[in-house]
C-alpha cells in the first residue's frame, strides 16, 4: 500500500486547511486509516481515525471539534478537514492505513503504512 498525503501549507490562525490522502491498493475500503503529526523536537502524535466504511471515527481531545476525519472510498482517499486552526497545530501531518483493522484506533502500532508527511505551519 502506498499512501500519498497532500493539502499541507501555511495557514493563518483561525483559517482551515483540508488534507488528502490517496491510498494506491484496490482494497482501501476494507480498513481504517488515521492521521497523526509530528512537530519538531515532539513525538508523533494521534490525530483522528475512521473506520473502513466512515460510520466510527474518534479524535484527539487536543482536535475534537475543530478536525473531522471523512473517506470517500470510491477515490481511495482519506481527508482531514481542519477549521480554527491554531499555532499548536504546526506539525508534519501524516496518513496511515491499518490494513488488519475496520475499526478507528489512535495506536500508531496498530498502523502498518504510513505516508510522506505534509507539513502544515499555522502562523499567529
Known amino acids: 500500500v502506498q499512501l500519498q498525503a497532500s493539502g499541507g501549507g501555511l495557514v493563518q490562525a483561525g483559517g482551515s486547511r483540508r488534507l488528502s490522502c490517496r491510498a494506491s491498493?484496490?482494497?482501501?475500503?476494507?480498513?481504517?486509516m488515521g492521521w497523526f503529526r509530528q512537530a519538531p523536537g515532539k513525538e508523533r502524535e494521534f490525530v483522528a481515525a475512521?473506520?473502513?466504511?466512515?460510520?466510527?471515527?474518534v479524535y484527539a481531545d487536543s482536535v475534537k471539534g475543530r478536525f473531522t476525519i471523512s473517506r470517500d472510498n470510491a477515490k481511495n482517499t482519506v481527508y482531514l478537514q481542519m477549521n480554527s486552526l491554531k499555532p499548536e497545530d504546526t506539525a508534519s501531518y501524516y496518513c496511515?492505513?491499518?490494513?488488519?483493522?475496520?475499526?478507528?484506533?489512535?495506536?500508531?502500532?496498530?498502523?502498518?503504512?504510513w505516508g510522506q508527511g505534509t507539513q502544515v505551519t499555522v502562523s499567529s
Open positions: 496511515a492505513a491499518d490494513t488488519y483493522g475496520v475499526a478507528p484506533t489512535g495506536s500508531p502500532n496498530d498502523y502498518d503504512y
Open positions: 475512521i473506520s473502513w466504511n466512515g460510520g466510527s471515527t
Open positions: 491498493a484496490r482494497t482501501f475500503s476494507s480498513y481504517a
